[in-house]
């Protein structure tokens, strides 16, 4: 019988996150456009550049955390990650989005890590960062794992994704939560 060798782990991956900028509609229409990167998203793929352009504008550039996702070498935004405002200030969600070409590399992973640890230092008064991971995706629901989030358990039918009721994992990370190396 062969003994199971073990498996190294993956190299962490640099990514760096910056605010966007209207210069970024090329590129984030390349990934925006892409029908299986917008399945678990709230938006339906983009279909031309100018509705892009005004969704970049008008939410992306005045939301207080929305980051493009850089991987260094590429030249091109290859993402986005944000945390948005719930209704209590000491709370906000993760959201985030990924080129496909990009997937499976630990570059959502390496971004929600950097995310974090950011986004703690700059928001006055945040104490805890929620993902709400559909339970039919399970790659994201790796990445929040990755990243250091804890599941805290499912919540049923409770988001209205394109034509149905959901059921969404909630993951949660608090302030005082470890992060994990990078």
């Known amino acids: 019988m062969e003994e199971a060798k073990p498996t190294m782990p993956k190299a962490s991956v640099e990514v760096t996150l910056r605010r966007f900028e209207l210069s970024d509609v090329d590129a984030m229409m390349a990934w925006a456009?892409?029908?299986?990167?917008?399945?678990?998203?709230r938006w339906e793929p983009y279909e031309s550049r100018e509705p892009l352009l005004a969704?970049?504008?008008?939410?992306v550039l005045?939301?207080?955390?929305f980051r493009a996702i850089c991987v260094p070498g590429y030249g091109a935004v290859v993402g986005a990650v944000s945390v948005a405002p719930t209704v209590e200030p000491c709370r906000g969600e993760l959201g985030y989005v990924l080129a496909r070409a990009h997937w499976g590399k630990g570059v959502a992973t390496a971004a929600a890590r950097r995310a974090l640890r950011d986004?703690?230092?700059?928001?006055?008064?945040l104490r805890r960062v929620e993902a709400l991971v559909d339970v039919d995706?399970?790659?994201?629901?790796?990445?929040?794992?990755k990243a250091g989030f804890r599941r805290e358990g499912v919540l049923r039918r409770h988001y209205w994704h394109k034509?149905?009721?959901r059921d969404m994992v909630m993951y949660s990370f608090l302030a005082s939560d470890p992060?994990?190396?990078?």
Request: charged residues 25%; contains cysteine; proline residues 12%.
């Open 33 to 41: 456009s892409d029908p299986e990167v917008a399945a678990f998203c």
């Open 119 to 125: 986004v703690f230092a700059e928001v006055e008064g």
């Open 55 to 59: 969704y970049l504008r008008d939410t």
């Open 163 to 165: 034509g149905r009721a």
């Open 62 to 65: 005045p939301h207080p955390w």
């Open 137 to 145: 995706n399970p790659a994201s629901q790796r990445v929040v794992e």
């Open 179 to 182: 992060l994990p190396a990078e």
